[in-house]
Every structure is written in C-alpha cells, then in structure tokens.
C-alpha cells in the first residue's frame, strides 16, 4: 500500500487520502511476524500492474521472521494469469506449489517435538 505501483489497489482500499501512516499498517509486509504462516509467491516480471518488487518485498519481510517462504518469479506472462495454464513457463507454479505444500506439510513444525 506504500508505493505508487500499487495506487489504484490503494484508492479502492483505502480512500484518496490515506495517511502514510495507514499505508504502512495496510501493507502486507509489515504485518509479517514470525507467527505467520509459511508463503509460497510466485510472479511474473512482466507483469505490469503490479511488480515482482513487491514479491520481493515480502520474501525479504518473512526472511527477517523467519517465515517459511518459497519465491518463483517467471519471465514472461501478463498481470492474472490465475492457473497459468498455456502461459509458459508460468504455468509450472501450481506443480511446483503442490511440491512445496507437500513439503511444507511434512516438516516438523517450530516447538513440536
């Protein structure tokens, strides 16, 4: 809810005239905490209404808390691609979250013995 990439998001939201303040407590990144549950993102870098910056913003959040977290950021293919299907390499990222998933499932969680 910061940047101005995401502006139009952000006047749906939040109003015309959303404090700085408001953006920051809206952004997904800042409400990371090392409670949150573990991410699987994926993106495209052509994607042009919303960047893969903001992908990276909050891997680097969850980073910081430690949050279990996987990044995929394919190439080519547009904003809303949904299942990807005939997109290209793009369309791999349900395969490879069900991957992840079943991994993710299979590990001990954190304070379990």
Same mark, same amino acid.
């Given at each position: 809810?910061?940047?101005?990439?995401?502006?139009?998001?952000?006047?749906?939201?939040?109003?015309?005239?959303?404090?700085?303040?408001?953006?920051?407590?809206? +952004? *997904?990144?800042?409400l990371?905490?090392? =409670?949150?549950?573990?991410?699987?993102?994926?993106?495209?870098?052509?994607d @042009?209404y919303?960047?893969?910056?903001?992908?990276?913003?909050?891997a680097?959040?969850l980073?910081?808390?430690?949050?279990?977290?996987?990044?995929?950021?394919?190439?080519?293919?547009?904003? +809303? *691609?949904g299942?990807a299907?005939?997109? =290209?390499?793009a369309?791999?990222?349900?395969?490879?979250?069900?991957?992840? @998933?079943?991994?993710?499932?299979?590990?001990?969680?954190?304070?379990t013995?």
């Amino acid at each position: 809810m910061e940047t101005e990439t995401y502006r139009p998001a952000r006047l749906i939201l939040l109003g015309e005239n959303a404090s700085q303040q408001l953006r920051r407590q809206t +952004s *997904l990144d800042a409400l990371v905490t090392t =409670g949150s549950p573990p991410f699987f993102l994926w993106h495209t870098a052509e994607d @042009i209404y919303v960047p893969p910056e903001h992908t990276y913003r909050i891997a680097s959040a969850l980073a910081a808390h430690e949050v279990p977290h996987t990044v995929h950021v394919f190439a080519h293919g547009p904003h +809303s *691609l949904g299942l990807a299907q005939d997109a =290209g390499q793009a369309a791999a990222w349900t395969r490879l979250a069900q991957s992840w @998933i079943t991994e993710q499932v299979r590990m001990p969680q954190p304070g379990t013995p």
